[in-house]
């Protein structure tokens, strides 16, 4: 039973490296947008070398996504720690001119067992109290995964819960990132568990969406029902709205998709299912207009690859012109929204033999922009979500390419596009309490928050500190009097719509 469970999380840690494979194997099967080539430059930043004489890679490969944390650099996990097997993983720190820290490595102990987490799944996230939280999809006290937190220092790692403690994984197994809720304790889904079904499942179930907190009080929210609700075993993750509330997308089951809602407290219910064949290749995004987009592969049109909009009652959905074909069932990272209002994402090859993929953006009626390429040296494969960073600029990573020493092999670089975008500007969303005396503390909830210059209370200046992109700990100054709380970062600043009022 633990040998095939291995087995089969294996494969589903494997999905990103089989897609990339798919998409080198066909070499047309994608087609590059009808869109200018952008004039942006991609520079590699870094590059984990694996050394091919030993099949070893120190510092890991095959990244996940990146974040910026609160002290401006950038953190992140690997896949893996050994060159094509999914053993270990490692997380790391690289600071925006490029220098980088091996902070932790996910090791097997004397038995063979990977107590501490094996195979990292997802971004991190920076939790309120410092530390980073992350997920592995396999390891643990069960083998099927568990939830991590450590220092940005690389000290103070813990494993704050496995997955599948109870009997058939009700509880979950091989959970896919973190989303973190407006308490700032975290939010997540698993790719398997939950409901038995093993014809249609790994583990015996089809996924759950569950809660955690920092000190890692567990609760299932959710367990997929694969008969009605569809299935999350390629997990794409979820993301917030201003409320709190949580939307996704499932994978599908070569039917069509659901995109369904959850409550911090659990209230799930389904606000749209795509048409008849149509089927998510990656999760969704919340743009600044209020509306959700994603992307879907239209299996009666050559699977051709749509990008969608939807609003979150589920009303108002459309899909836009096909933005390229894919071949076979793969996926595609998810969207992001840049400072200029655009949609950005990643392609993992043009269509044409020999190329490394590209960068797109799109605008918000799904028209195709530009296309910026790969050339190898700069990185060759782009397959995570993209990130923009507190100056402007655009970081990702790829599975291989860029630069290494003569006879080692690439285990993927970490980019960075410079496209001339503007510094992203910070949101307020809320602030708790809403008023309070002289030397009170206010916790300040929104967005963009990394890189903060300035916290005022109605024009007087504050002390802060700056806990993550979406949490401020400010101090209400002497002087300070009723009015709006502004945050000012490198891309302006934010005023509040909220009254603060000094008692």
């Not at 980088?100 to 490595?105: A, S, Y």
């Not at 987490?117 to 390891?139: D, I, Q, R």
Request: include cysteine; proline fraction near 4%; glycine fraction near 14%.
């Amino acid at each position: 039973m633990q040998n095939s469970a291995f087995s089969k999380n294996r494969a589903l840690a494997q999905h990103r490296i089989l897609t990339l494979a798919l998409g080198l194997l066909l070499g047309s099967s994608l087609a590059v947008p009808a869109s200018a080539q952008g004039s942006g430059t991609i520079n590699q930043l870094f590059t984990f070398t694996c050394k091919s004489n030993t099949n070893s890679c120190p510092d890991g490969s095959n990244s996940n996504p990146l974040i910026q944390a609160s002290d401006g650099n950038f953190y992140g996990t690997t896949q893996t720690g050994v060159f094509q097997k999914f053993q270990g993983g490692t997380i790391f720190k690289l600071t925006p001119s490029g220098q980088f820290t091996l902070l932790f490595t996910f090791s097997a102990g004397s038995t063979g067992n990977f107590s501490n987490g094996n195979s990292p799944a997802g971004a991190l996230v920076e939790g309120k109290n410092g530390f980073l939280f992350g997920t592995t999809a396999l390891g643990g006290a069960h083998n099927q995964g568990v939830v991590f937190k450590i220092n940005k220092t690389g000290t103070g790692f813990q494993v704050v819960h496995s997955f599948c403690a109870q009997a058939n994984c009700t509880d979950g197994a091989v959970p896919f990132g973190l989303t973190i809720g407006n308490d700032g304790s975290f939010f997540g889904q698993t790719n398997a568990g939950g409901i038995p079904n093993p014809t249609f499942c790994l583990q015996g179930g089809c996924g759950i969406i569950y809660h955690i907190t920092p000190a890692g009080s567990f609760n299932v929210l959710h367990a997929f029902n694969v008969l009605t609700e569809g299935n999350v075993q390629t997990s794409f993750g979820l993301i917030k709205d201003s409320a709190g509330n949580f939307f996704g997308i499932d994978s599908g089951t070569n039917v069509n998709s659901n995109i369904y809602k959850i409550t911090p407290g659990g209230q799930f219910n389904i606000v749209f299912s795509t048409p008849f064949l149509d089927t998510a290749v990656n999760g969704l995004t919340l743009a600044s207009n209020g509306k959700l987009f994603g992307a879907l592969i239209v299996q009666e049109e050559t699977l051709d690859v749509h990008l969608f909009e939807i609003n979150p009652d589920g009303s108002g959905f459309q899909t836009f012109t096909p933005f390229f074909a894919l071949a076979g069932f793969s996926t595609i990272p998810n969207l992001i929204q840049a400072s200029d209002g655009n949609l950005w994402g990643t392609v993992l090859n043009n269509g044409t033999s020999g190329t490394n993929g590209f960068i797109f953006d799109a605008s918000l009626d799904g028209t195709p922009l530009q296309t910026i390429s790969f050339d190898g040296t700069n990185g060759d494969g782009p397959d995570t979500q993209l990130l923009q960073s507190t100056d402007g600029k655009l970081e990702g990573t790829t599975s291989s390419g860029g630069v290494v020493p003569q006879g080692d092999i690439s285990g993927g670089v970490v980019f960075t596009l410079d496209d001339g975008l503007p510094a992203p500007t910070a949101a307020i969303a809320a602030f708790t309490p809403s008023s309070g005396a002289v030397g009170s503390k206010v916790t300040i909830r929104g967005s963009n928050f990394v890189g903060t210059t300035a916290v005022t209370f109605n024009g007087v200046a504050a002390t802060f500190a700056v806990l993550d992109v979406n949490f401020i700990s400010a101090t209400v100054p002497t002087g300070a009097t009723t009015g709006p709380i502004t945050v000012t970062t490198a891309g302006g600043a934010s005023t509040s719509t909220q009254i603060f009022t000094v008692r």
